[in-house]
């Protein structure tokens, strides 16, 4: 089961960076995906969640105006859209899914088996 995270890149405050997670390599049902990051010496943290049914979105507080999850079925890709970056999000930032994440725990990394290898997002200027 592979997960591929591309798209990180160094970035100026308020630019955008689009990043792309490759499922392709999940051989099951998933019917979830996210993006966490963790910056160093802090503990990862959720950005923003997609159901592969439907598309529902979540998103943390700290981006939900300004961040945006969509997939593309027929690619089995997940993006994550960053606009207006702050330097505060700069962090490695993972992808990662699982084909049974409940609606109570669709924010937490431990509801997630399978990750991918994290890309760099750097903003400064």
């Known amino acids: 089961v592979q997960l591929q995270a591309s798209g990180g890149g160094l970035v100026q405050p308020g630019g955008s960076l689009r990043l792309s997670c490759d499922a392709s390599?999940?051989?099951?049902?998933?019917?979830?995906i996210a993006w966490f990051r963790q910056a160093p010496g802090k503990d990862r943290e959720f950005v923003a969640s997609?159901?592969?049914?439907?598309?529902?979105?979540y998103y943390a507080d700290s981006t939900k105006d300004r961040f945006a999850i969509s997939r593309d079925s027929a690619e089995n890709t997940v993006f994550l859209q960053m606009n207006n970056l702050r330097p505060e999000d700069t962090a490695v930032y993972y992808c990662a899914a699982d084909n049974a994440v409940g609606l109570a725990t669709i924010r937490f990394g431990s509801a997630y088996k399978y990750w991918g290898q994290g890309t760099q997002v750097t903003v400064s200027s």
């Open positions: 390599g999940v051989t099951l049902d998933y019917n979830a």
């Open positions: 997609i159901r592969w049914s439907g598309g529902t979105t």
